[in-house]
C-alpha cells in the first residue's frame, strides 16, 4: 500500500486514539510513532496477502484461456517493467488465463496493469455474495462523524490466493 503522506509531519498529527474507548484499548495516549512501528508490516512497498482462506474455484464450469488484447505500442515499454513484480505474467500457452487492462495513472507517467478476471475466474469462484447497504443507512451510520478517508489497497485483487 503506498500512501503518500509524510506520517511523522502531519500538522496537528500527534496523538492517535481510539474512536469508542473499550476496555480492550491500550492504556495511556500511544503516540503516532508507536502506533506505525506497531503495524510498520502494512506500510511495506511489497505486495501483501490476504491471510483468510483462499478462493475456491468451481472446476466443474471448466477453465478458460482468453487471448491477450492488444496494448498500445506507446504503453508496451511500461507494461512490460511492471511484470517485474512477478503478480501478472505472459503466457502463450496456458489452461487458464486473463487478459490483461492497462489503465494510465492521473499522478504519473505510469500505468496499471489489471487482470479482467471477469470473462475467466470471476464466473466460477466459488465468492461469498454480500447485499450492497442502503444508501440510507450508509448516511445514518456516518451522521456526526467529521473525518473521513480513502484507502487504496496496492493491487488488492492480486492479494487474494485461488485454491
Known sequence: MDIKLDWKNLPGLNYIGPI???????QGNPTLDSVLQQYDELFEPELGCYIGAPV?????????FHKARAVPYALQSKVESTQKDGVIERVTSA?????IV???KKESEDVCVCGDFSVTCNAYANVETYPMPQIEDMHSALRGCTVFSVLDIKQAYHQIPIA
Open 20 to 26: 469508542f474507548p473499550s476496555a480492550s484499548a491500550p
Open 95 to 99: 489452461v487458464s488465463a486473463a487478459p
Open 102 to 104: 492497462v489503465v494510465g
Open 56 to 64: 475456491v474455484l468451481n472446476e466443474s464450469k471448466g477453465a478458460k
